[in-house]
């Protein structure tokens, strides 16, 4: 079957569509089309020499050489991206071309006023990037590996904190916070070749909000959630680990707390198969916890108990397809990379627990790519 022809225009860096159709980071917006299922793309001179040498799958036009054309065709707008989308695709013979739902509103603007035809894709300009292709769980291991280093590092300086009467945490004679045990965590992330932002490191009640970052004092006997989620500083796939740690004695709140959602992550785990709907292991673990006598209710702050989705597809994007919750409409199956992160979350406890590993789906069944140990004291 015939591909449609495709235009993007953004950076590489932050795109990741862009990211996959070129295979490099350009910094700068670059015009990328697909035109007969060959791959188009238009760039300045200073990124002419690079882009040469790293994307030869794709036809390389000087965006100089286009302005020279449109100069001598008399065009008077000598910095209009529009005009040179319309150059080339009436080179091919082209007037309807798609575009994703992030395309530059100002620029479609403008194209439909040169008679371009734009329409836009629903589900996805690249839908295949949901299967993940052996170099690809490559890429999104070598990541996940980067994020246990730096947790690694992490609860090493936890470890090592002294621990006062009042139970505050002491590390290097100075008291230890979520700032500087993150600072730790990023830092190590870094020289293993990865970037960090906004890793999570938040104790005691600060873990009951799943996406609180944290900061301020640490303190012993209580839970610190660690959720840290590094990019490849090399092939922009991401990594994604959660654990929760005690140091100290954990309460029996927490105590059993951790178990459940352990043995909910294991539930999940054993209804991922191949043909599986996504909301089915969402409800799975659901179950587990309401055997349990987890209940999950709105209170006056918010949602207590397990309120958010099970997991989430890992690739390019942090979160991407499939989605792994109550309203998803997606099915399981080979070569999806999702991760599975349940948690619970009660004030009344003390803190939250949360724990998260990435799986792909190989011949029908899970296969758990996180290695990094899941011990609740430290």
Known sequence: MKRENLLIVADSVRDANMLYAIRMFVPDPLIYLRLDGRCHMV??????????KQAPHCRIISLTQCWNKLEAAGSRRKTDPAQVIRLLLREK??????????????LARRLRELKVKLK??????????????????????????????????????????RITRD?????RNAPFTSERLRAIIDTAIVQAGGQVSHTIVAGGIQSCDPHEVGQ???????????????????????????????????????RKAYQTVQQAQEAGLRAMKTGT?????????????????YKTARTKGGFQGFFHGTGHGLGLELHEAPNIGPRSRETL????????EPGLYYPEMGGGVRLEDVVVIQNGRPKNLTKFEKVLEV
Do not use: W
């Open 43 to 52: 760039v300045n001179e200073l990124e002419l020499g690079r882009v040469r």
């Open 93 to 106: 013979k082209i007037r309807r071309i798609i575009v994703p739902e992030t395309f530059p509103i100002g």
């Open 120 to 161: 836009v894709s629903r589900n996805g300009i690249f839908p295949q990037r949901v299967f993940k292709s052996p170099e690809e769980v490559k890429k999104i291991s070598a990541a996940l590996l980067m994020a246990e280093v730096g947790l690694a590092e992490g609860i090493q300086a936890l470890k090592q904190c």
């Open 167 to 171: 139970r505050r945490l002491i590390y």
């Open 216 to 254: 301020g004092p640490l303190r012993a006997n209580e839970p610190i959630v660690f959720d840290v989620f590094p990019r490849s500083q090399k092939t922009g796939y991401y990594g994604d680990i959660t654990r929760t740690v005690v140091r100290g004695r954990a309460t029996e709140a927490i």
């Open 277 to 293: 709907p996504c909301r089915q292991v969402h409800e799975c673990v659901q179950e587990h916890f309401r055997k349990n006598g």
């Open 333 to 340: 199956l080979n070569r999806m990379t999702v991760t599975v």
